[in-house]
T-cell receptor, first 116, second 112 residues
Framework: DAGVIQSPRHEVTEMGQEVTLRCKPISGHDYLFWYRQTMMRGLELLIYFNNNVPIDDSGMPEDRFSAKMPNASFSTLKIQPSEPRDSAVYFC??????????????FGPGTRLTVL | GENVEQHPSTLSVQEGDSAVIKCTYSDSASNYFPWYKQELGKGPQLIIDIRSNVGEKKDQRIAVTLNKTAKHFSLHITETQPEDSAVYFCAASLGSNYQLIWGAGTKLIIKP
């Protein structure tokens, strides 16, 4: 398996523009997580899905952020409009279902977003 | 809200020596405690994990201990090598569900 795939790997955009980050989870994994990583705030969970359904989006910073999972093999995280404070590395991770949530999360390589 | 505290933020050890990273958690219902290693430019990768019904687990040079009464767990790396240099994150499950609460990370530096 190729692992979790994210695109693009790097994104540079100007303030006010729409940004779409993409993720393909590992086949067969039922859970998908979107994280944001910054020096100041560390690793933050933004939202996670189970069987394509959003379970907890309490980490989404504000209405400018939205995430979708139209099918088991694809998810997007959209920021509209983008702001300089959104600059961060965004990770997607997937996990198989199992007993009591005790399963490894497999992380993608991340998308480094810079908003000018 | 629930949180995980991780110490130290930076740890520098001589190659061949041992390194210990400590975490405390607040959610008494947490039952799963993984440790992840993040190398530069990559996503975190699981290196070892422990369940709440186990006090210690070892995997070659790496070991994790858990004290549920005190709500703390630790990562021990023995005979450190240059390739151990990375950022290490501890995490705890939010209750028994799939969401993890993450520590702030420890930058481990192995001096030659």
């Amino acid at each position: 398996d190729a692992g979790v795939i994210q695109s693009p790997r790097h994104e540079v955009t100007e303030m006010g523009q729409e940004v779409t980050l993409r993720c393909k989870p590992i086949s067969g994994h039922d859970y998908l997580f979107w994280y944001r990583q910054t020096m100041m705030r560390g690793l933050e969970l933004l939202i996670y899905f189970n069987n394509n359904v959003p379970i907890d989006d309490s980490g989404m910073p504000e209405d400018r952020f939205s995430a979708k999972m139209p099918n088991a093999s694809f998810s997007t995280l959209k920021i509209q409009p983008s702001e300089p404070r959104d600059s961060a590395v965004y990770f997607c991770a997937s996990s198989p279902s199992g007993t009591g949530g005790m399963h490894e999360q497999f992380f993608g390589p991340g998308t480094r977003l810079t908003v000018l | 809200g629930e949180n995980v505290e991780q110490h130290p933020s930076t740890l520098s050890v001589q190659e061949g020596d041992s390194a210990v990273i400590k975490c405390t958690y607040s959610d008494s219902a947490s039952n799963y405690f993984p440790w992840y290693k993040q190398e530069l430019g990559k996503g975190p990768q699981l290196i070892i994990d422990i369940r709440s019904n186990v006090g210690e687990k070892k995997d070659q040079r790496i070991a994790v201990t858990l004290n549920k009464t005190a709500k703390h767990f630790s990562l021990h790396i023995t005979e450190t090598q240059p390739e151990d240099s990375a950022v290490y994150f501890c995490a705890a499950s939010l209750g028994s569900n799939y969401q993890l609460i993450w520590g702030a990370g420890t930058k481990l530096i192995i001096k030659p």
